[in-house]
């Protein structure tokens, strides 16, 4: 116990920076996807073409692979230097859009189309109308899956100490070499991801009740 406690600090910088992370690769990656989204949505194939190659290229290969590749691939090019935690938030953004893309265009495509037709019969642009219309009640079914997907991305942040980011992750493995107490530290890591997720759940429990009262 002693053990746990005394590496709570230097752990909790390290929660710090994981949190730091997910927050800005989520913003990002909920944007990436509504992109993706809508030109899945779109009438042109060409943009169709483009946002399924994205999708299928994400979800075809693992977490991994696509970190390395954007870290270590990319950064071998001149005209690119990426630090570690800027890769590390490129590839959690770019995976997250690609799974964010398809629970936005499945929730986009539940809505009645009939609310397509009275927005014209309104005078409402498409624009207008997916703003005001589609998406705010499109957003209330994904909310589930937003959560569900927040917490893989969460998760899928542990995986960036590999590329050397003080997350909290790579902090246990320091304190593990530093102190060979594994069973204690590892046991503190553990309780740390699960109350974080465990109140993201909680965010995503009292969004959803909120948004079913309006």
């Given at each position: 116990m002693g053990v746990m406690i005394d590496a709570l600090p230097y752990l909790m910088d390290g929660l710090k920076v994981t949190i730091y992370i997910f927050v800005i690769a989520i913003i990002f990656g909920f944007l990436i996807g509504l992109v993706i989204a809508l030109m899945r949505l779109a009438p042109l194939k060409i943009l169709n073409w483009i946002a399924s190659a994205f999708i299928n290229a994400i979800?075809?290969?693992?977490f991994i692979v696509?970190?390395?590749?954007?870290?270590?691939?990319?950064n071998q090019l001149a005209w690119i230097s990426f630090e570690s935690t800027t890769s590390g938030i490129i590839t959690v953004a770019l995976n997250a859009g690609a799974y964010l893309a398809e629970i936005i265009r499945a929730g986009i495509q539940s809505i009645d189309k009939g609310q397509n037709e009275a927005a014209r019969s309104l005078g409402l642009t498409g624009v207008q109308n997916m703003r005001h219309i589609i998406l705010p009640q499109a957003f209330r079914r994904m909310l589930p899956a937003f959560t569900n997907q927040a917490i893989i991305s969460?998760?899928?942040?542990?995986?960036l100490s590999i590329i050397g980011i003080a997350d909290l992750t790579q902090r246990g493995?320091?304190?593990t070499a530093a102190t060979y107490k594994a069973f204690e530290i590892w046991f503190a890591v553990g309780v740390i991801y699960?109350?974080?997720?465990?109140?993201l759940?909680?965010?995503?429990?009292?969004?959803?009740?909120?948004?079913?009262?309006?």
């Open positions: 979800r075809g290969t693992p696509q970190l390395f590749f954007i870290h270590f691939g990319l969460l998760k899928d942040t542990s995986l493995q320091v304190q699960f109350i974080v997720i465990y109140l759940t909680l965010l995503g429990n009292f969004l959803e009740r909120r948004f079913e009262l309006r």
